[in-house]
């Protein structure tokens, strides 16, 4: 079973761009869908994108469309989420979760079993 490290977050003001880093130890991703989910105190961890490391499947929360974009790479076993046009509604620690769920069930958390430890993005107004 693969571990999971995020990497990337900080503090930035609105309007700027930051880009995480999911990197994979322990196995290859290439069996598996990896996801970015976020959380704020007080909520659910709540859906932010996902990409199917076989065949390329993307989806993104409507939230963050035409903000944020979901990539990999190969070489580095890893995954990317790049983060544009931050708004103060972005702020939230991030996590990347891996699974192999059924496409359908990709927004749900149930679907990953495997999560790093978070880093935590702050965007300042």
């Known amino acids: 079973q693969v571990q999971l490290v995020e990497s990337g977050g900080g503090l930035v003001q609105a309007g700027d761009s930051m880009r995480l880093s999911c990197a994979a130890s322990g196995g290859t991703l290439s069996s598996y869908s990896v996801a970015w989910f976020r959380q704020v105190p007080g909520k659910e961890r709540e859906f932010v994108a996902v990409?199917?490391?076989?065949?390329?499947?993307?989806d993104q929360a409507e939230s963050v469309k035409g903000r944020f974009t979901i990539s990999k790479d190969y070489a580095k076993n890893a995954v990317y989420l790049q983060m544009d046009n931050l708004k103060p509604d972005d702020t939230a620690v991030y996590y990347c979760g891996a699974g192999r769920p059924i496409w359908g069930r990709r927004t749900e958390i149930e679907s990953y079993y495997t999560w790093g430890q978070g880093t935590q993005v702050t965007v300042s107004s």
């Open positions: 990409l199917r490391w076989s065949g390329g499947n993307r």
